[in-house]
């Protein structure tokens, strides 16, 4: 990918216009910020606790982007009528590789944009885009993976149109419960 990518969602009735752009060092301060949320930190495999694992992290998606091979979008909500954009969460295509037909999908949303829409509406995007893109590669099947009890995770995919698969085992550290694997086909 050699032009920056930028995907946009139509503001809603009852919510805001997200646009959906690669990480930047300067989304280091807001995502440290986000990442203080305990509930966000309970499914999050990595800990942001400070500017330094805020900047690791970010350079870790640039670097995905690179090579090609993982996107992660920050996710920014924008107020009709405003230039500001505020960080409302991150969405991830993971695990693309030319031949292989099915990559991985995720996603967190920010404490103060839960139940509005973003994590559903931002997944739809990449999800659109991630077809498009890479189905000369062969792309033809994208996959969600979540702990049971996460319910919200859940309905996300279910509203998304990732129809549940099968149950996963766990696998402690990174997943210390069982798993739902959710799955999305170009056709669906």
Known sequence: MS??????????????????????????????????????????????????????????????????????????????????????????????SSGKPAAEVGYWTAAHARGRGVASRALEAITNWAFDTFEADGLERLELLHQVDNLASCRVAQKSRYDFSTLLPAAPPDFPLDGHLHIRTRST
């Open 3 to 96: 032009a920056p990518v930028v995907l946009q969602v139509a503001p809603s009735p009852a919510f805001p216009a997200l646009v959906l752009r690669p990480w930047r060092t300067e989304d280091v301060a807001a995502l440290v910020e986000v990442s203080r949320d305990r509930a966000l930190r309970r499914w999050a495999s990595s800990g942001i606790d400070n500017d330094a694992d805020g900047t690791r992290w970010v350079q870790a998606q640039q670097q995905g982007w690179a090579a090609g091979d993982r996107f992660g979008f920050a996710v920014l909500e924008v107020q009709t009528g405003s230039v500001r954009e505020q960080l409302a969460g991150n969405v991830v295509l993971k695990d693309v």
